[in-house]
């Protein structure tokens, strides 16, 4: 029996990976979870879940009030409050928090030797070249969920590094891509969380839209699999049925895929070397389907994912400009306070306007964060 500790239980890849934890009774138990302000989803989760005992949310009054009315169980708030999790004795740590908060959990669980399961992919945009480092320095072990980065894992197994060529990530184009860019500077929140294949969280599929989710996976691709960057490529598979490949030297290419369904990824994190069957997801109907259809990438069209390229090659405390700058650009996009485009336009400011530092520390990266944010609030106040 594995003891999972879930962090981000309310959201889409956490109840998705309850839903696994559920097929697999035998196989896994969830001893914590941690949210954020969702406690009815939380309530719904624990009446589903009664075994679960540790919890962390975001606010000290809503802890306060969940003691009161669940006295059997434990409630700790705040980052604080996560961090108490992960002093449990866990064996797999899924990481489906959502942005730069997530960094600091993951590296506690390497430190802690658990196993982290990342879905939280700001981890290594922002801190891949610390979360490497603690991997190598505590003998850790990380295994991706994200979708592209599982299939790579996966088209990987059984093969020599050494003679992979190059790793070709799936794009689906998100909600937008039938759009020319004149026709994006009037599209509104409610078309760009439409998105075409996927059913994900809000800032993931705002993301997806602009392409900065691709970009953010380019640099994840870089930390988790050791390959430069010139050897990563991105095409739109407008399906997302081929989840990523795998060219290697001899040509050969492997591919993995699948339903879109998140849940496949996510219990490939849970067993791996194994396989579970996984019976709530429907088969993949190829005849049904009748043909996937592939398109080369237009980085004109999709500047940001060309800046995630330039960032990651950059390396330093670049990650981490682009994704403070991209939270608070999407939070304001959503809040519908800037357009669609300005999400673009603020992040390429951040990018050019933050110091860059080459070999910063956790607390440099805390602080490019801290600043990126405080200097986007104040361009839109401008
Ligand atoms: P959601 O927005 O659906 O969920 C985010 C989770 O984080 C929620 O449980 C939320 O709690 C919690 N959270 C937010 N802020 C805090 C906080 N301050 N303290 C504690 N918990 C907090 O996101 P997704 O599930 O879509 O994405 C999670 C991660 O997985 C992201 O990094 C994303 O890029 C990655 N990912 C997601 C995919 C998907 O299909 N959704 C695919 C591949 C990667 P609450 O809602 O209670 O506030
Ligand atoms: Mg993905």
């Known amino acids: ?25 035998t196989e896994f138990e969830i001893i914590a979870m941690a949210c954020g302000s969702n406690i009815n989803k939380l309530e719904e989760i624990m009446t589903m879940y009664p075994s679960c005992n540790y919890f962390s949310v975001k606010s000290e009054d809503d802890a306060t009030l969940l003691s009161k009315k669940y006295s059997d169980k434990t409630f700790f708030y705040g980052m604080d409050g996560v961090s108490k999790l992960l002093d449990l004795d866990g064996d797999v740590v899924v990481n489906a928090l959502v942005g730069f908060i997530g960094l600091e959990p993951s590296l506690k669980t390497i430190k802690r030797h658990m196993v982290l399961a990342l879905a939280n ?79 994900m969280g809000k800032r993931i599929t705002i993301d997806s839209a602009t392409m900065m989710n691709k970009g953010f996976e ?3 691709a870089f930390y988790l699999f050791d390959i430069d960057f010139d050897h990563i490529d991105v095409i739109i598979n407008k399906e997302s049925i081929i989840h990523s490949m795998v060219e290697y030297k001899d040509k050969s290419v492997i591919a993995q895929l699948g339903t879109a369904d998140m849940r496949i990824p996510i219990q490939y994190a849970l067993t791996y070397p194994k396989r579970l069957s996984l019976e709530q997801t429907p088969s993949l109907d190829l005849c049904k389907i009748g043909s996937l259809n592939f398109m080369e990438m237009n980085y004109e069209r999709y500047p940001l994912l060309k800046l995630a390229f330039e960032a990651g090659k950059r390396g330093g405390n670049s990650g981490a400009i682009l994704n403070a700058a991209d939270e608070v650009a999407v939070d304001f996009f959503i809040n ?14 951040a990018y050019k306007e933050i ?26 106040e401008d």
């Open 1 to 25: 029996m594995k003891r999972l500790i879930l962090l981000g239980a309310t959201g889409s890849i956490g109840t998705q990976c309850i839903d696994v934890v559920n097929e697999h009774s």
């Open 121 to 199: 992919k700001e981890s290594l945009v922002t801190g891949g070249e610390l979360v490497k480092k603690a991997l190598k320095e505590h003998g850790g072990t990380m295994y991706p969920i994200d979708s592209e980065h599982s299939a790579i894992f996966q088209c990987l197994q059984g093969n020599e590094k050494s003679q992979v060529h190059k790793l070709i990530i799936s794009a689906s184009g998100g909600s937008f891509r039938d759009k020319s860019r004149e026709e994006l500077v009037s599209v509104s929140v409610e078309d760009a969380l439409n998105h075409p294949n996927w059913s």
């Open 218 to 220: 380019v640099i994840e």
């Open 336 to 349: 519908k306070k800037i357009s669609f485009l300005e999400i673009e336009d603020l992040i390429f400011k």
């Open 355 to 380: 110091e860059f530092i080459s070999s910063p520390t956790f607390d440099d990266i805390k602080r490019t964060d801290q600043m990126t944010r405080e200097y986007l609030i104040r361009s839109l």
